[in-house]
Every structure is written in C-alpha cells, then in structure tokens.
C-alpha cells in the first residue's frame, strides 16, 4: 500500500499494512505518520474519491472493513485550505456581508467592496484591533496581511473606512 502525503514535502511511502481483527481499527502501517500541513486541515486517506482511513478518531481510523482484507491500493491524503471568516460592517443600517478568506490568500486577492451608494468614498477594509488597512479602496489585500493572518482565530470583524 502506497501513502501519498501530497504535501510537497513528505515524500511517498510504500509500506505492508496489517489490518487487526477490527477492520482498519488497530491497523498498523510502520513508518505512517498523520500528516499535518500548514494552512491546511487534513481530511483522512483516500482512494480516489473514497475515505478509506478517517480523521475521526485518531485511535481508530475505522472504516469498518473486514479483517484479513488486503489489496495493493494507494490512498492519498485529501486536504481543505483553512480558512477565517470575515464580517464587513459599513452601515449601522445595513446588514453586514460575509466573506471568507482562505488561509493561503496572498496580496492582491481581493475581498467584497460596498457597491452603489455606498462605495462612495470607500478607502478600504479596516481593522481596529490592528489598527490597520487590511485591503485598499478596490478591495485589495495589502502585502502586510500576510504577516497578520495567522493571529486571526476563525474570525475577523472589518469596518468600511471612507474619506
């Protein structure tokens, strides 16, 4: 059995799986570690489109497979980007607009900007705990997002800041 880490920097690792008497609860594979790769949330093994080892249960990893059931497969590590939810206030008449930046966003990549009235004036997304812009007046990240973006835990409230 092949484990693809698909992480590009774990290499590849062919290795004999035992199954125990539980299916794949207490399997054993010498050499296989639990991925982990920043940015990202690791969703369990996979063969093509199917799990065939969940992130469950770190103990068991069961599938509920039959003991004894052996095939040469490769099963690859099935990852999702991070990512923080973003709360764009810019009224206190509006409702507030959702958006989500992905863990790995860079500069440039941009975020929902007020449209109509309400863009008038618009110089960008604000955070004041940071006490800082965090995009410009198109919706912009700004390079030193980057820097800040790992302080953020899930969730971020930004205001709209106008001339």
Do not use: C, Q
């Not at 800082?132 to 971020?156: Q, V």
């Amino acid at each position: 059995m092949t484990f693809k880490y698909d992480d590009g920097v774990t290499p590849d690792k062919a290795v004999r799986v035992i199954v125990g008497g539980r299916g794949w609860e207490g399997y054993s594979a010498a050499g296989v570690t639990r991925p982990s790769r920043e940015g990202y949330r690791f969703d369990g093994w996979y063969a093509g489109d199917t799990m065939v080892i969940s992130t469950s249960s770190e103990a068991a990893m069961d599938t509920g497979w039959e003991a004894g059931w052996v095939k040469d497969m490769i099963l690859t590590a099935k990852w999702t980007v991070r990512s923080v939810n973003i709360l764009l206030t810019w009224d206190e008449d509006a409702s507030p607009h959702l958006d989500v930046i992905p863990y790995n966003a860079k500069e440039g990549d941009t975020l929902w900007k007020p449209t109509g009235d309400a863009a008038a004036g618009f110089k960008g997304w604000y955070d004041e705990d940071a006490e800082r812009f965090i995009t410009d007046a198109e919706g912009a990240l700004l390079a030193d997002f980057a820097e800040l973006y790992p302080s953020y835990r899930g969730s971020l409230t930004l205001i709209a800041w106008y001339e």
